[in-house]
């Protein structure tokens, strides 16, 4: 995380962090003041804590905590000037505070709601066993590939191949520079990710090491090496498990937030214009 990116999400985040300029007297540790206000750790952390594990990181490097306590200073100055120069008495602040604090609240009220919600292993096991067709990984190939434009280049290539081997060949003549570095290994892939000419003449090789024909394309010639053809297989479940509780647990999320909305609406009168 840049300096330039952290210090840009300062203004995005300032009505979703706290301030806690009397912490000092709780015990929580003083990391600078502007004015007479503390900006404490709790603060610091607070502030970034909507920005994950990127910014916690950060924070845990001296140059990283300095980086970030230098953007809560900054928006301690402005804040402070804000309320000195009756910003927040604007129309437009109060009007944009109410919006934040009706976000906020609606916000809380949903963590309340969806809060104990779990999905069991038998669920998430009976899930995996009725949906089968969900965790079914497709053929695939792991192929590499020379890219080269031009039927003399094309043919000086098929001449190196003779007394080369095929990554030696890719790394100096292959015009894919995303491959080419890496001796035209394209990694695997499944049907219908490649451009229809490359993809067959890719599936249509059988053996680990067979080399295929030229092959034209829209960006040129394509010579084809298989590495590995890798028949189509069902993901085992304790590989997608973590995956499976965690949609189940979005979809569980959904659906109570949504029967709760509807609840309120028969609650409160609602009228759509």
């Not at 540790?29 to 994950?52: H, Y």
């Not at 809560?72 to 129309?91: Q, S």
């Not at 020379?146 to 000086?156: F, N």
């Not at 890719?170 to 695997?188: M, R």
Request: charged share 30%; hydrophobic share 40%.
């Amino acid at each position: 995380m840049t300096k330039k990116f952290f210090t840009a999400l300062i203004f995005t985040f300032a009505f979703m962090t706290c301030a806690y300029g009397a912490e000092s007297e709780t015990g929580d540790k003083v990391l600078a003041r502007v004015g007479s206000q503390d900006i404490t750790e709790r603060e610091v952390l607070e502030f970034i804590q909507p920005f994950g594990q990127q910014a916690m990181m950060m924070y845990s490097s001296e140059q990283g905590r300095k980086m970030i306590i230098e953007d809560v200073i900054t928006m301690r100055l402005f804040a402070i000037d804000a309320e000195n120069t009756g910003i927040d008495k604007t129309p437009e602040f109060i009007a944009a505070l109410a919006n934040a604090k009706r976000a906020m609240l609606a916000q809380a009220a949903m963590r309340k709601e969806i809060t104990g919600i779990t999905v069991s292993d038998d669920e998430a096991k009976k899930f995996y066993d009725e949906n089968p067709k969900l965790f079914v990984q497709p053929e695939r190939v792991h192929a590499r590939h020379i890219l080269v434009s031009g039927d003399e280049m094309l043919a000086k290539v098929q001449e190196e191949l003779k007394v080369k081997s095929f990554d030696v060949v890719a790394k100096e003549y292959s015009q894919d520079p995303g491959s080419a570095v890496n001796g035209g290994d394209l990694g695997e892939f499944a049907k219908g990710q490649m451009v229809p000419e490359f993809e067959k003449a890719a599936f249509d090789l059988k053996n680990p090491g067979d080399v295929s024909a030229p092959v034209k394309s829209q960006y040129g010639w394509h010579i084809i090496k298989l590495e590995e053809h890798i028949p189509e297989s069902k993901v085992a479940y304790e590989n997608i498990k973590p995956q499976i509780i965690q949609e189940l647990r979005e979809k569980k999320t959904q659906e109570v937030l949504q029967n709760k909305a509807k609840e309120l609406e028969s609650k409160y009168k609602v009228e759509r214009f």
